[in-house]
Each structure stands twice: as C-alpha cells, then as structure tokens.
C-alpha cells in the first residue's frame, strides 16, 4: 500500500508525492519543509505535520494562522475546529492547505486506487469489537494514530476498564509495535495514586495487542474546563488539583521518566461522588534518559506534541526533552486551569510557530490579576524560555509551589 498527495491546485500539472513507508512529513512556506510551499502566501511557514502509515495518514496543525480544510471543513487556524490532536485522513479527502489543494489516494501494489477507506475495518465504530480474553467490551471511546481505545467490564467481576488495542494491520510495523510494547512497560512501571493505573496487557489469539487500564468516569480536564463559565477552575478549588498532579509527575520523574506530552487532554478525572481525583495517562510518548527508541520516522517528530503547552525546545528537539520541558507543559496547563487561557500570546498575527520560538508568555499576573507575587513568580519561572532557568523537574516545581502557598496564605 502506498499513500499519495496529487496537488489539484494550482494547476500546475501532475505533481504527486507517494509515500510506501511510515514517515512524518512537514508542509509549509519554510525551505526546511518536506513539501514546501514557497509561493503560497497564505500558507505558514511550519504549517502542518503529516504522519504516514501506510495505508493510514494522519494531519496535524503546527499553529498556523489559516489552518487546514479537509473537504471544505475548516480545522485549526483562526476560525477551524480544534481537535486537540491529529485528524485521520481517508483514500478520496481533499485536503486544502492556503490555496494549494491535494487529492489524497491509497493505492496498491498494482497502482490501483483503494477506495473503501484506507484499509477495511479501520474504523473502530464501523466493525465489532475485537476478542479480548476476559474482558467484554461495550464502546468505543477514541481512537489514536496506534489504535483505539475501548470501554469494557472485566468478565466475572464486572469491573470497569478501558482498553487500548493496537490495530494488527499497523502493528506489523517493527517501530510501531516496540512502542506500544515500550508504553506497556513505562505504564507498568510507574505507580501513583495521581497516574492511570495499570491493569494488565497482553496479545489477544487474533494478534491484537492491548493494554488494560483504569477506567476514568469523570472525562477529562479538557473537556471539563470547556463546560466550565469562563473555562478556568477558581483558584482554591484548583490547587488541590495542581499539587496532586505535580506531587504525580515529580514521581515520574524520580524514576528517570519524561512524559513529553502534558496537556489538559491527557488529565483524566475518576470521581467519586461529589469529588474529581485528577489522574496523568498516556505515557506512549514517555522516555528515559539516554533513550533512543521513539527515534524512527514518524515517532517523535520535530515540533511532536500540542502547541499550546509545548516548551520552545520540543520544536525542534524532541529528542533532547527533559524533565524541564515537563516543568513548562504542566505549568501552562495549571495557567490555563487558573485563567482559562493559554500562557503563549497567539493573539497577534503571525504563524504561531513564530510565538512558541520566541516564548512569547503572557504573564500569569496579567490574566490573573491580584494572584500572589511570589505563585506568579513560581509560573513565570516554570514558563522561562531557557529550560536551565526552570525548575530542574517537577519535584523542584512541588517545593517551590508550597512554599508560594504557605507565604501566599
């Protein structure tokens, strides 16, 4: 199977880029892109990411102003949907990016068009449900670029789980399978009251692999902060909240671990009656010191991550994250809990790429007026642009926390 993009638009011919193998692919303006736009005014420089599977694809915004339109639906920039994430692509989207339009297609060995979707049985609402031993399972609940992720009941017990499977038709992948293995064993390993538990893992008798978790019943803290007046938590019902979580990510860090993808997304809440126990997930992007996996194409791509809550550093050197670069996405999470903003000041015209090299932060104390001088200073120096000014980790960030809230009374 091979994945093409056929420029439509301009018409300049037939211009077709094929892609046979997994890659992370960069579009826009900027000579360093893989496909560059040079001559596209309304195209940023850093545009977008692509990141091929063959047969699958996926796109993702890298902050631009005018976003991307997959069959005239608008997603990111200043007036599209954001989805928090990647967007599937399928054989037969139009993909529009400033004014250069791409046909998409999934083609065969022979050179012949796939056009039932890129792969049959992809997509998880479409098929029953794969045979996991010992477990039923009862619905979809989201899907990821390794697989889906499904809420099931232990058999016997009727306990609640969610299970991430690895679809067989992208676990053939050697890259793609040491990942997901690789995320069975960093999830295994860490153990905190404030991180999604572990629960068991396996290779199912049709080849699937899956990882069983906690199940989380109380949505995320994104979806959370969006139902909420103004999208912000009042401070003293956030700090109990912000130091479980940093008390969870300095334990990952105490055991040599980088998370590399802190977002509101990937804060789950399990509640319990009247309460919301914040808890951390996804750790597929985890790394230990001097870890090399993760480097294959399309598995820790420059700039990976979501933007809003990304350290200048990670865009170009996702590789190199530390724990500072931790210290920075949690930080900006708490500010947007706190202020129902963003810490970055994408406000202005420009590609948002620019904003994030500059580390153009809009202080704490600006959104959040009467706050503390000595917390606002805690989060400015969270947010510094030079990961050597932060907190070293997030048991730095805890102690300087609690003190800026025993002085802040």
Known sequence: MKVRFTIIRPDTGPDSIEYARAAEVTVGRALVSDIVLETDRLASRRHAALR??????FIRDLGSKNGISVNGVPYWGDSGRDLGGELELRSGDVLAIG????????????????????????????????????????????????????HAREI????????????????????????????????????????????GSGVAPSGIVYLVLEYMNGGSL?????????RSIPFRS????ILDLTRAMAHVHSLGLVHRNLKPHNILFAAKGNALIPKITDLGL??????VLHAGPGYAPMGAGTMSYMPPEQLTGFQRAGPASDVFALAATFYEMLTGFV??????????????????????????????????AVFDRALFVNPADRFRNCGELLDALRRALVTAG
């Open 238 to 241: 956030a700090v109990p909240m």
């Open 99 to 150: 004014t250069t339009t791409f046909q998409i297609k999934v083609v065969d060995d022979r050179d012949e068009t796939v056009d039932s979707g890129f792969y049959a049985g992809l997509d998880p609402d479409a098929v029953s449900f794969p045979d996991i031993p010992g477990y039923r399972l009862e619905r979809h609940i989201g899907s990821g670029g390794m697989g889906s992720v499904f």
């Open 343 to 376: 810490p970055y000041n994408f406000t202005h015209r420009g590609d948002n790429y620019d904003v994030i090299a500059a580390c153009d932060i809009t202080p704490l104390a600006t959104r959040l007026p009467g706050v503390d001088p000595g917390l606002a």
């Open 286 to 291: 985890a790394k230990a010191p001097n870890d």
């Open 52 to 57: 091929i599977h063959p047969p699958r694809a």
């Open 222 to 230: 994104a979806s959370y902060l969006n139902a909420r007046p103004n």
């Open 156 to 199: 016997g017990r009727g306990r609640e789980v969610a299970i991430k499977v690895a679809l067989p038709c992208i676990i053939g992948d050697n890259h793609i399978r040491q990942s997901f293995i690789r995320e069975i064993k960093v999830t295994r390993s860490v153990s905190h009251p404030n991180i999604v538990r572990f629960l």
